[in-house]
């Protein structure tokens, strides 16, 4: 069975960084493109990052560019989503998602992580 | 950026009616399209990709059809499961963009 865990998500102040985790399980991490994607409260899903299966390739919205880093352990099953300089505007849950080997077609999700920017 | 537009917001339905939600893309997207449902407080649920391919363990009621700038996604029969919001999807280029949601609420 596919598992995405997120956790890291927390309070912290404006300026502020926060690192949040994925934990995959069920299928062949290595071989995936993975994602995060955020929902602000009460509003529509926002793609944030994408990485590549060997970490080759990054790709960010233009909002968080220069603030926020994607990462991911192969060998840990774990990906992972840097955030400094944090903004009011990035208070959001932020998801972990697998897409297909080569697209951004997300089948799975995890479950998300509250990150609240706020003073 | 592709800007992607769904219509309506809000739908008003019941049980057992066809609906259609339409989702339009400010440029050419091919098929390079997905539908996703979301209910509140839990993770988006693919259901369709590549603007007609049935996710599987989708149920057959929900289809997809388009390819360009227009598509649709249509719900034979509604349940009562099938009340949520409902989200268009390009992966076409970057940056990845979603439709704004349309709301589908009982009447």
């Known amino acids: 069975e596919v598992q995405l865990v997120e956790s890291g998500g927390g309070l912290v102040q404006p300026g502020g960084s926060l690192r949040l985790s994925c934990a995959a399980s069920?299928?062949?991490?290595?071989?995936?493109?993975m994602s995060w994607v955020r929902q602000a409260p009460g509003k529509g899903l926002e793609w944030v990052a994408n990485?590549?299966?060997?970490?080759?390739?990054?790709l960010y919205v233009d909002s968080v560019k220069g603030r926020f880093t994607i990462s991911r352990d192969n060998a840990k099953n774990s990906l992972y989503l840097q955030m400094n300089s944090l903004r009011g505007e990035d208070t959001a849950v932020y998801y972990c998602?697998?897409?297909?080997?080569?697209?951004?077609?997300?089948?799975?999700w995890g479950q998300g992580t509250l990150v609240t920017v706020s003073s | 950026d592709i800007q992607m537009t769904q219509s309506p917001s809000t739908l008003s339905a019941s049980v057992g009616d066809r609906v259609t939600i339409t989702c339009r893309a400010s440029?050419?997207?091919?098929?390079?399209l997905a539908w996703y449902q979301q209910k509140p407080g839990k993770a988006p649920k693919l259901l369709i990709y590549k603007a007609s391919s049935l996710e599987s363990g989708v149920p057959s009621r929900f289809s997809g059809s388009g390819s360009g700038t227009e598509f649709t996604l249509t719900i034979s029969s509604l349940q009562p499961d099938d009340f949520a919001t409902y989200y268009c999807?390009?992966?076409?280029?970057?940056?990845?963009?979603f439709g704004q949601g349309t709301r589908l609420e009982i009447k």
């Open positions: 440029q050419s997207i091919s098929s390079w």
């Open positions: 998602a697998r897409g297909t080997v080569t697209d951004s077609v997300w089948e799975y």
């Open positions: 069920g299928f062949t991490f290595s071989s995936y493109w």
């Open positions: 999807q390009h992966y076409n280029s970057y940056p990845i963009t």
């Open positions: 990485i590549k299966q060997d970490g080759s390739a990054k």
